[in-house]
């Protein structure tokens, strides 16, 4: 069956001489993997291949078959088309982190159509923020992630509770016995990102390098609690030294 659907490109792996075997988290149908042939060759007329790129956005006529793990595209072009993100590697550092949570995160085939709608617009806004606006962006997608997957962080940073305790999955008046935990600033910072709702506002909260890390390495901890396949995410790294 042939369906149309917007989709958010997440891997493309070589295949024989000429083809791909593509992951997209599409509107439609979840994450779905995708055989599409012809696409490495210089006798193709376009380079098709290079919107098989990891967060492209595209616009996708599938052929949909029940119970089939690798499907396959009949068209597919640019949704949108990015001025910055792929050329700034501060903002394509980001977009690869991001793109390589979701493809961690999200099991095959299960449909987050709320999810999808926010991580598409949230690339074309990476795209189009200047970038000394986005080093929040990767903790504001990680927890918008988790929220929409319905892990939910209870309470708020106060005096009276101003501890994050990671067993708990809350803001505490006492000190965790053990875990790591945040607290002062970092408890106060994280408290702040959970409130936002304009992402374009994210530049207004004020934090270092080192307490970015301590927050991406706490929130994702939170959410090893809750999924077993996460894993390690390995953009990570690059992106921390992106971010310095």
């Known amino acids: 069956m042939l369906q149309n659907t917007r989709g958010i490109v997440l891997r493309s792996v070589k295949y024989g001489e000429t083809s791909l075997i593509t992951s997209v988290f599409t509107e439609s149908q979840?994450?779905?993997?995708?055989?599409?042939?012809?696409?490495?060759?210089?006798?193709?007329?376009?380079?098709?291949?290079?919107?098989?790129?990891?967060?492209?956005?595209?616009?996708?006529?599938?052929?949909?078959?029940?119970?089939?793990?690798?499907?396959?595209?009949?068209?597919?072009?640019?949704?949108?088309?990015?001025?910055?993100?792929?050329?700034d590697i501060v903002k394509n550092s980001i977009a690869l982190f991001s793109v390589e949570l979701l493809l961690r995160l999200l099991p095959e085939h299960a449909q987050q159509p709320e999810l999808f709608r926010f991580s598409f617009e949230y690339f074309k806004l990476l795209d189009k923020m200047e970038t000394v606006s986005v080093a929040n962006f990767p903790?504001?997608?990680?927890?918008?992630?988790?929220?929409?997957?319905?892990?939910e962080i209870r309470g708020t940073y106060s005096n009276i509770t101003p501890y994050l305790s990671l067993q708990d999955g809350a803001y505490t008046e006492h000190l965790p016995p053990m875990g790591p935990h945040l607290q002062d600033d970092e408890a106060r910072a994280l408290s702040a990102l959970l409130s936002v709702e304009d992402p374009a506002k994210l530049k207004d909260i004020h934090m270092n390098a080192t307490a970015r890390y301590h927050i991406m390495d706490w929130y994702i901890a939170f959410l090893h609690q809750h999924t077993q396949h996460l894993g390690s995410i390995r953009s990570l790294a690059v992106l921390q030294a992106v971010l310095h």
């Open 139 to 151: 903790i504001y997608f990680i927890i918008q992630c988790g929220h929409l997957m319905g892990y």
């Open 30 to 87: 979840g994450v779905q993997s995708y055989m599409v042939q012809g696409v490495r060759t210089s006798k193709a007329k376009t380079n098709k291949a290079a919107l098989l790129q990891p967060a492209t956005l595209l616009e996708l006529v599938i052929y949909q078959k029940p119970q089939v793990n690798l499907q396959r595209i009949k068209e597919y072009q640019y949704a949108h088309i990015y001025t910055s993100l792929q050329e």
